[in-house]
């Protein structure tokens, strides 16, 4: 069965360092977001992206994000200049069309600013 | 915006015996209700999942069921087994399109043997 995977599964970066983010979602889905869950609370949602754009994000998704699909597979989300508190658990999650319900989730990267 | 509140945040049960999480959302034009399951360091495995034109879905120990009008949803657990311990999610989403997954706080469930 296919699955969203995501790279690298840990990120360690120093505060005020840029870090991207990597996600495969599966091949013939359509949407795509990003989701992040700091360390024992709720997952909450960043960001969504269809046919080339962002669809809706949130308060926490400012200026110093930024979301890129940059050929036919990848999904990509870029942190300008870390701060302490976007450690987390980020999770990238797919689905199918425009019809269907589920969303699929990557296994998570977790992301260290130090 | 939609909330989803969540309850309760830890519960402990024995081997065997039922346990119940519920949720209640805001957003009356939610429609999609799945449910999360999420082991430590691993991501959300969705269990079970209802839309708003269906009043319970069952499979096999789990079942969901939603009050539409009372604006909440919950998970029953029968039969519960230590495989079953982790921290379940609810969330509530607009269903088709693009629409985010709004998730409670999460439950921590324990089974003891």
């Known amino acids: 069965e296919p699955e969203v995977t995501q790279t690298p599964s840990h990120q360690v970066t120093q505060m005020g360092q840029e870090v991207i983010l990597r996600c495969v979602p599966i091949s013939n889905h359509l949407y795509f977001y990003w989701y992040r869950q700091i360390l024992g609370q709720k997952v909450e949602f960043l960001v969504s992206f269809y046919n080339n754009e962002i669809s809706e994000k949130s308060e926490i998704f400012d200026d110093q994000f930024s979301v890129e699909r940059p050929d036919g597979s990848n999904f990509t989300l870029k942190i300008r200049s870390t701060k302490l508190e976007d450690s987390a658990m980020y999770f990238c999650?797919?689905?199918?069309?425009?019809?269907?319900?589920?969303?699929?989730f990557g296994p998570g990267t977790r992301l260290t600013v130090t | 915006g939609e909330n989803v509140e969540q309850h309760p945040s830890t519960l402990s049960v024995q081997e065997g015996d039922s346990a119940v999480i519920k949720c209640t959302y805001s957003d009356s034009a939610s429609n999609y209700f799945p449910w999360y399951k999420q082991e430590l360091g691993k991501r959300p495995q969705l269990i079970i999942d209802?839309?708003?034109n269906v009043g319970e879905k069952k499979d096999q120990r789990i079942a969901v069921t939603l009050n539409k009008t009372a604006k909440h949803f919950s998970l029953h657990i029968t039969e519960t087994q230590p495989e079953d311990s982790a921290v379940y999610f609810c969330a509530a989403s607009w269903g088709t399109g693009f629409q985010k997954l709004v998730f409670g706080t999460g439950t921590r469930l324990l089974v003891s043997p």
């Open positions: 209802i839309r708003s």
């Open positions: 999650a797919s689905k199918r069309r425009d019809s269907s319900y589920e969303q699929y």
